[in-house]
């Protein structure tokens, strides 16, 4: 067995919240001899064996603040879903994430790619956070209404988001790359009275004025009473269909900041599913469940302490952004940044987090790779000294990803690759900051989540691949599905395949050191010959030749079975020859099985992703095999498809 990539110190493992966590329930319990390490595994267990006991040592070491306090911890844990958590709790999720900062100590610290930057404190954005909660009641604004954000990821929306939560309201957010018709899509569907804009973004070095498709959006939004526009890319337009965010929010500076007291699971926000398949789902969140599930993955497996300052490249049109933003509850700065991560080049990143002392640094796998591929080190350019976390998601971390980070990037640095979704705004599977970083594999399973392996036939497996399951309820479960009153659809999306259990649609694997292994989403698993693959193992093995930059693979219905088809995007002026297609199939051969190899090899220009930077198997799966994609506005770069219509080289 090889060695593991990283191991944390004794020190850093000594002063993790994390060992703080375990000791401060049971000291003897989880101490067993003088000086002896606190295993992880034991923790887990008894997570999940006592959830009561777990989720309600959780309320106390977070110190999360109630106006009402007591109850039963969790009602219903027998059914799923259907448990409650905390039922007797009021409190405020905005309250929560604002209570503690100190001063003008820097709560954001914002950057845009053209190089401008901003500070905000906890003392203004409290007080800016009170304003827009009294502008929003001044219109009458009630508990359970919804206030919608078109926004780039600036401090404006931060403010906007914990107003409405101060007063009750439901937050929902696309970012400003979305078409009229993807951000109809969503907000048509849960008629927000308040739309909250910017006037444009910037990305790659250009200039996108927004203000055409903001009076499209709010032309076909009956529901919308308000619009509230603030610059951002300063345009030089007069013709806003808006309130200036000035004006709307200037009447009421100096009131005094105030938190509607509201259940456990009061809606919070409304995510939406990616939408490939057909108009997204608008998946609803509750207050209480986000909270103690975002301040447990980031207390306990990030490890973010007061003062940290965390970051993570996203959108507001993403859940990471969501997960962000409640890094405040933890008295961490939170490190926005709003544009291209490689513009003007592929430094700028780390430029922030040299320029900020950042601590945790949050990407995607498919960011990692690009670093690679563009052959940079941010070690020999780069102190990053304060640098302790890396997270990724996106898409499973390739285990030369892994290899990359610790001889490019920083050798003593908590690795985490991390997995969960929009559906439980949270993860499955994380990091475990006291434990060692095994290549390519996603380190633990989350403390209090019961995650399973199965068969086909519902067993537990180890050691095999199949499908991810989460066997008991968890706080962050989704209250349900918008305009789902009997819940058949929330149902019908995760419980049908194992009813009483969550199946989350990820074809896994759970590993000797007890982490995990993504091999893609189960939807798409290839099947040649009945054998089950996951694309993940072949974009692994592609992806490592030079020639390709990134690839795309699907099961084409051929001749009474199913064959696997690559798709290959290769360097700028490189063509696929009959060397190339060779090269790439010995070396999936070689490194796989010959059951891995494509039958056919094909390139393209351009792989279609969705707007968080997803590729979207599916949707090419149906181009080629000649079926509809229901909404292509899910798509960042729809035009894409057009590649993959009736190609020649899969007709025979």
């Known amino acids: 067995m090889s060695d593991p990539l990283w191991t944390p110190s004794s020190e850093r493992i000594f002063n993790s919240n994390l060992v703080r966590f375990a000791r401060q329930i049971d000291g003897p319990r989880w101490s067993y001899g003088a000086g002896a390490p606190i295993e992880y595994r034991r923790v887990y267990d008894w997570s999940i064996a006592r959830p009561d006991e777990f989720w309600q040592a959780m309320w106390e070491f977070a110190g999360i603040r109630a106006s009402l306090k007591g109850g039963p911890v969790a009602v219903g844990l027998d059914r799923m879903p259907g448990a409650r958590f905390f039922p007797n709790v009021r409190l405020n999720f905005a309250e929560n994430l604002l209570f503690r900062g100190s001063g003008t100590s820097p709560a954001i610290i914002f950057k845009s790619e053209t190089g401008a930057t901003r500070t905000v404190s906890w003392d203004v954005l409290r007080s800016e956070v009170a304003a827009f ?3 929003l009641r001044a219109m009458g604004i009630q508990p359970g209404d919804r206030v919608a954000g078109f926004v780039p990821n600036t401090p404006e929306a931060i403010v906007a988001a914990l107003g409405a939560a101060a007063a009750g309201a439901v937050w929902s957010s696309c970012s400003p790359d979305f078409g009229a018709e993807g951000v109809l899509d969503r907000f048509g569907q849960i008629e927000p009275r308040v739309l909250v804009a910017a006037d444009g973004y910037f990305y790659g070095g250009k200039r996108f004025d927004c203000i055409a498709k903001l009076r499209e959006v709010v032309a076909k939004l009956p529901s919308v009473e308000r619009t509230v526009v603030f610059t951002y890319a300063d345009c030089g337009r007069d013709d806003l269909p808006h309130l200036s965010w000035h004006d709307f929010v200037a009447p009421h500076r100096g009131t005094p900041l105030r938190f509607e007291q509201l259940p456990f699971d009061h809606p919070l926000y409304i995510l939406y599913s990616s939408g490939t398949t057909g108009v997204p789902k608008c998946i609803v969140h509750g207050a209480g469940g986000t909270l103690i599930q975002h301040m447990k993955e980031h207390q306990l497996h990030c490890d973010i302490h007061p003062g940290d300052r965390v970051f993570y490249f996203t959108t507001c049109g993403w859940m990471m952004w969501n997960w962000l933003v409640s890094a405040l509850a933890s008295e961490a700065t939170l490190l926005l940044f709003d544009g291209s991560p490689f513009y003007p080049g592929g430094h700028v990143l780390f430029d922030f987090a040299d320029e900020t002392g950042m601590t945790l640094f949050g ?4 960011y990692i790779d690009a670093l690679a591929k563009a052959g940079l080190r941010p070690r020999d350019t780069h102190r990053l ?5 890396m997270t990724s ?12 980070v610790y001889q490019h990037v920083k050798p003593d640095l908590h690795l985490a690759s991390i ?7 949270s993860c499955f599977v994380l990091g475990n900051p006291i434990g060692a970083v095994w290549r390519g594999e996603i380190q633990a399973r989350g403390l209090g989540m019961k995650v399973l392996v199965f068969d086909e036939e519902g067993r537990p497996v180890r050691g095999q691949k199949g ?4 066997a008991m309820p968890f706080p962050s479960m989704p209250i349900g599905f918008w305009n789902d009153p009997d819940g058949r659809k929330y149902h019908a999306a995760y419980f049908e395949g194992f009813p009483g259990v969550w199946t989350h649609g990820d074809y896994v694997e759970l590993t000797g050191h007890d982490g995990v292994i993504v091999y893609g ?15 993940a193992e072949i974009y692994r093995q592609v992806e490592q030749l030079p020639d390709v930059l990134e690839s795309l693979v699907i ?9 696997i088809v690559l798709f290959v995007r290769l360097r700028d002026g490189m063509s696929l020859d009959d060397a190339l297609r060779d090269r790439i199939r010995r070396h999936v051969r070689a490194h796989t099985t010959p059951r891995h190899v494509p039958a056919r090899i094909v390139q393209v220009s351009d792989i279609p992703r969705t707007r968080s930077g997803k590729i979207v198997e599916l949707a090419v799966r149906d181009v080629v095999h000649g079926r509809p994609v229901k909404n292509r506005e899910a798509l960042a770069n729809p035009d894409a498809l057009e590649q993959f219509r009736d190609r020649p080289e899969l007709a025979s």
């Not at 990407?363 to 498919?366: I, L």
């Not at 499908?467 to 989460?470: D, F, K, P, R, S």
């Not at 989403?521 to 694309?535: F, K, Q, W």
């Not at 099961?555 to 064959?563: A, F, T």
């Open 133 to 135: 909660a009294a502008a």
């Open 419 to 425: 997995s969960g979704g929009t559906d439980i705004i």
């Open 385 to 389: 000294d304060t640098l302790r976390t």
């Open 555 to 563: 099961g084409q219905q051929w001749k009474s079975d199913e064959r």
């Open 363 to 366: 990407t995607s796998a498919k």
């Open 393 to 404: 998601t996106g898409s499973p971390l390739a285990p030369e990803s892994f290899d990359f």
């Open 521 to 535: 989403r189960s939807d798409a698993v290839l099947n040649p010959g009945g054998v089950r693959i996951g694309t």
């Open 467 to 470: 499908e991810l399951v989460c």
